[in-house]
Every structure is written in structure tokens, then in C-alpha cells.
């Protein structure tokens, strides 16, 4: 069965143009107004899509889209546009989607695009399926006053009014005005509602701001801090990576007593195990990179690199344990190891050179060097 799409435009020309060009895919029925619109959609429930321009005289695109949310949520709809901006274009060309199809129409485009929708494949405009920025960017071209209320699947709740390109009030519980903003365009999921107001509704003065530019910047830093969050979740995939060996480790050596990934600089630990309760990693790493430091100063007072070479292993012997020291290559960190006086010193190195480009690896990781 071919699908049936409604065409609206108050040109009656377009609407004859777009009818006869889409009417190889699908039947096509035609409006030039908002009232001629509901009359055809109210008459034939067979419509699926609706294509419609957003400024007409009187009701509008927008006024459609909230009569379908109510009486025919599943019709899909598509919004034609005259006044697309190079801005907005941008924004649209980031997200990926089409929000908008821009006057004058390429027919060969719009023909794939209602392919795509009628096939679920692409962009289908309903109020409850559009994302915040794509219902800001839809409602800055109706050029009327709008309060947006927008409240996350957590909770926080945020209002937004906006007029044509220019924003008059952002506010969320704790923050006002840009920064507002961006933390409403942050938060993940929820759910928005959306009031048409009149002109004597909207009090105060505009933030100065234009709409575009507050929807790229916000894009911009929400794909950032986006990015933030996979690298942060890369390093703590790493920091496993770093506790798993050392768990694998620790298990192959005999006589153990504790091990530790420590970085020199700081003497902080990304990585340790201990068979004693009351072992103190903390200060013992701390201590052990100081120990590692004074033996570099050391090594270039005996006349550096080029004379006696890098640490590569320090061990100190008590007369309980043997504590090992190995310096991983150039990562800026070291691998220490206690054993008990009864454990295998020639093992447990071995084992520690088995291990060494492990824990390399692992740190380029957690570092991202």
C-alpha cells in the first residue's frame, strides 16, 4: 500500500510543485492553511506524514505539530523553512539530523528524506521524539514568544524563553542566563513542555546572546565534556587493567608480603596489595619514591647517565625482607615488591621482568602518554 502524505504551504503553487514530484512514492493530498490542514487530516486517517511549511498567516507549523502531539501522535512531520540561517545550518550539520529542509527545496533530497522517514530509517519530527536543540532551533524560526520547560529523567528542572533567535530567560534551580543554559542543553534524557506566549508575557531583557550561537557553543561543550567521560571511563577500564595484574602478580610470587605501582614524582599509588592488615601503602610508597629520587641525585653526582647509567632496580634487605624496587622504563613510575627472608629473591626478579612491560603498558593507559 502507497503511503499518503499531506502537503501544507500557503502557496498553492508549492503545494502542487511538491504534490506532483513526491506523487511517484506516495498519494499526496494538499492544504494552504492551518484549517484546511485539520479538515483533511480530520477526513482521511490514512496520513502518515505531513509536510508542512512553519510560517503561514494565522496558525502555523508549530500550531500543526501540537495539534498532531495531541489528536495524531504518530504521524510523522517535516518542516519547510525559508528562514534557515548559515548558523543553524552548521548546528544541523553537527547533530547529524535534518531538523529543517530550507526554501528553495532540492525535490531529489526531499523525495529521500520522506523515503527515509516513512521507513523509519531517518529523522521523524514528533514534539516528543525532537531533542532539546532540535525543538529550540524549530521554534526560533516561528519567531513567537515560547517558554520551554525542561525537567531530566533526575529531576533538575530548567525553564527557557525564547523569541525568534534571541534568548530572554534561562534559569535552572541553581544558575541563571548562559551558564544555565549550557547545563540545561547537558543533562541526559526527560521530558520538556512547551507554552506559546503573548507578547505581553515576556518581561525582562534578552541575554544579548543569539539562540545559534548559545545552541553551537552548547553542542560544542557537550561534546567535550562527552568526551571527558569516555576518556575518564578509558582510564578507569586502564586502573583495572593495572589491579588486575597486579592481583595475577602477587599470586606467583612466593612469600609475599605487598606490592605497589607508585609513581616517582608524587609518590602516589595507582595500584597496590598487601597480606598484612596494618601495611601502610600510602606512606610506604610515598617514602620508597623519595628513595628512588635521592638514589638518581645520587647516580649524577657520580657523573650521570653517560657514567653509571639509570636506576634500574633497588633493594633494600632488612632481617625480615627483601624489598625490591624496579624502575618501569620511562613511564615516571616504579614497581616495588616485599617478599619474606624465606621467599626466592631470583624468582621473584624474574617474575618482576615477566611482568614489567605488563604494567608499561598499562600505565601508558592510565596516563594516555
Known amino acids: 500500500m502507497r503511503p499518503k502524505i499531506l502537503i501544507v504551504d500557503d502557496e498553492e503553487a508549492m503545494v502542487f510543485s511538491l ?13 494552504t492553511s492551518y484549517d484546511e490542514a485539520l479538515d483533511v487530516l480530520k477526513r482521511d486517517r490514512d496520513v502518515s506524514l505531513v509536510i508542512s511549511d512553519i510560517r503561514m498567516p494565522g496558525k502555523d507549523g508549530f500550531d500543526l505539530l501540537m495539534w498532531l502531539k495531541e489528536h495524531r501522535p504518530k504521524v510523522k512531520m517535516i518542516m ?33 528524506i520522506v523515503r527515509q522517514v516513512m521507513e523509519k530509517k531517518g529523522f521523524s519530527m514528533t514534539l516528543e521524539e525532537m531533542e532539546l ?34 534568548v ?126 635521592a638514589n638518581e641525585k645520587g647516580l649524577q653526582a657520580l657523573g650521570g647517565a653517560e657514567t653509571v647509567g639509570t636506576t634500574e632496580e633497588i633493594m633494600v634487605t632488612t632481617d625480615k625482607v627483601y624489598i625490591l624496587i624496579t624502575v618501569l622504563g620511562d613511564t615516571g613510575y616504579y614497581h616495588g615488591l616485599a617478599i619474606t627472608r624465606k621467599g626466592n629473591l631470583g624468582l621473584s626478579r624474574v617474575i618482576m621482568r615477566k611482568y614489567a612491560p605488563l604494567f608499561i603498558e598499562a600505565i601508558h593507559e592510565v596516563t594516555g602518554a
Not at 20 to 30: F, H, N, V
Not at 89 to 105: I, Q, S
Not at 150 to 161: A, N, Y
Open 19 to 31: 504534490s506532483e514530484y513526491l506523487s511517484q512514492y506516495a498519494d499526496c493530498l494538499g492544504a
Open 80 to 112: 519547510i523553512t525559508a528562514y534557515g540561517s548559515p548558523s543553524l545550518r552548521e548546528l544541523a550539520r553537527r547533530r547529524g539530523a535534518v531538523t529543517y529542509l530550507e526554501k528553495p527545496l532540492d525535490l531529489e533530497q526531499l523525495l529521500r
Open 133 to 166: 536543540p532540535d525543538l529550540l532551533q524549530f521554534l526560533s524560526y516561528l519567531g513567537h514568544p515560547f517558554q520551554v520547560l525542561v525537567r531530566s529523567s533526575f529531576g533538575e528542572e530548567g525553564e527557557i524563553l525564547v523569541q525568534g533567535d534571541g
Open 168 to 293: 530572554v530567560r534561562v534559569k535552572t534551580a541553581t544558575k541563571e542566563g548562559e551558564e544555565a543554559f549550557y547545563e540545561i542543553l547537558n543533562w541526559e534524557g526527560g521530558k520538556f513542555e512547551v507554552h506559546r506566549l503573548e507578547p505581553h508575557q515576556v518581561g525582562g531583557e534578552p541575554l544579548g546572546i543569539p539562540l545559534s550561537f548559545l545552541l553551537l557553543e552548547g553542542m560544542k561543550r557537550r561534546d567535550e565534556e562527552r568526551a571527558r567521560q569516555r576518556e575518564k571511563g578509558a582510564v578507569e577500564v586502564a586502573r583495572s587493567r593495572v589491579d588486575e595484574l597486579i592481583e595475577r602478580f602477587m599470586k606467583e610470587i612466593p612469600e609475599f608480603v605487598s606490592t605497589e605501582i607508585v609513581e616517582i614524582a608524587t609518590g602516589l599509588s595507582i595500584g597496590s596489595r598487601s597480606a598484612q592488615s596494618d601495611f601502610d601503602s600510602a606512606t610506604a610508597s610515598a617514602a620508597y619514591a623519595e628513595v628512588v629520587k
